[in-house]
């Protein structure tokens, strides 16, 4: 439904999309995780019909996004991370003015409207004016927004960015909802643990390149399989570092201020004894502990370097 072939995107000297390749299948959720400017919002735009590439292609439904934008806009409904004024409308007011731009009838508009509504927890605040709606709702109302036309392809650019987590939570529930709906979707968000749950496939991009991606249970068996601990020591910091450079499952160990980080590759049992033969080799330990964070950030440590 949506195939993304070597796209390269220029902005003067700034290379935002440095050979992007992506397919994405009818019904497929699509998850695509990065940090700040690594490219996500500018392959949205460019399948949005936006943005033009640099050079590669981007089609949605077997349209070029660049010769055939009219066709693509029919297919998709787009959400963009930003949204603008508001005008003194109603929340149903709203959304009647963009089924129209959609070339939706009254008729269509009338039978719509509170669908839509109604999907995104909105009904009570149909004669409310979108700017009295609070971030999260206006949120949600833009999401109605972009499938007023009933789209088949959903393109959301970060829907839950800057909202608390009780609205982030009502957000990602709409959007279960309309996973059932069979639709496809590519959501982007910079939190891995916030796609993985709704998405079937990620792909992780960074510096305008796809360092990974796969079935979410993949990515997280990688994530796993390579966990970061944190270790301190009172001192003997040179020795130990050496020490645990050489241990076989560990892959990488630097010194970060007070503590040292390894990335090791071993089990919950691998660990415990790692740790056991430091204590009798009589390392002064005082602190060893696995580094939870939040698994996008494990994933891009272990990525680190490979998009650059
Ligand atoms: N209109 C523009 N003019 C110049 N540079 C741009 C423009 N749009 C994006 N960029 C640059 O392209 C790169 C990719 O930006 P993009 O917005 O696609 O990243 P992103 O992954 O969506 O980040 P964010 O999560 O912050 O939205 C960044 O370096 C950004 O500064």
Redesign the pocket.
């Given at each position: 439904m949506i195939e993304v072939k070597d796209l390269y995107k220029k902005?003067?000297r700034?290379v935002?999309l440095q050979g992007i390749t992506l397919e994405i299948k009818k019904g497929q959720i699509y998850g695509f995780v990065?940090?700040?400017?690594?490219?996500?919002?500018?392959?949205m735009s460019i399948l949005a019909t936006l943005l033009t590439p640099t050079s590669g292609t981007a089609k949605v439904g077997g349209y070029d996004c660049v010769k055939h934008p009219r066709e693509v806009r029919r297919l998709i409904g787009y959400m963009p991370?930003f949204f603008g004024v508001y005008d003194n409308l109603t929340a149903y007011e709203y959304l009647d003015f963009y089924g129209a731009s959609y070339g939706l009838s009254p008729k269509e508009r009338q039978r719509a409207i509170p669908q839509m509504l109604e999907l995104v927890q909105l009904t009570h605040k149909t004669d409310e004016y979108v700017d009295m709606l609070s971030r999260g709702m206006k949120q949600r109302l833009g999401l109605a927004r972009c499938l007023i036309h009933d789209p088949e392809v959903i393109i959301l650019?970060?829907p839950a960015s800057g909202l608390d987590p009780r609205s982030r939570i009502e957000m990602r529930e709409i959007l279960k909802v309309l996973r059932e709906t069979g639709k496809t979707i590519l959501i982007?968000s910079?939190i891995l643990p916030e796609l993985a749950e709704m998405c079937d496939t990620i792909g992780i991009?960074e510096s305008?390149k796809l360092v990974a991606t796969g079935k979410v249970e993949e990515i997280y068996r990688k994530m796993r399989a390579q966990r970061l601990l944190k270790i301190r020591v009172l001192d003997k910091w040179e020795p130990l570092l050496a020490r645990l450079r050489s241990a076989p499952e560990v892959s990488n160990a630097v010194r970060e201020d007070d503590h040292i980080i390894i990335s090791f590759n071993g089990s919950d049992s691998e660990q415990a004894a790692l740790l056991q033969t430091l204590l009798i080799e009589k390392y002064p330990i005082t602190a060893f502990s696995e580094i939870e964070g939040n698994l996008e950030d494990i994933f891009l440590e272990i990525t680190k370097g490979v998009g650059s």
């Open positions: 902005f003067g700034t935002a990065g940090p700040n400017g690594a490219g996500k919002t500018t392959v991370d650019d970060e982007s910079h991009i305008g």
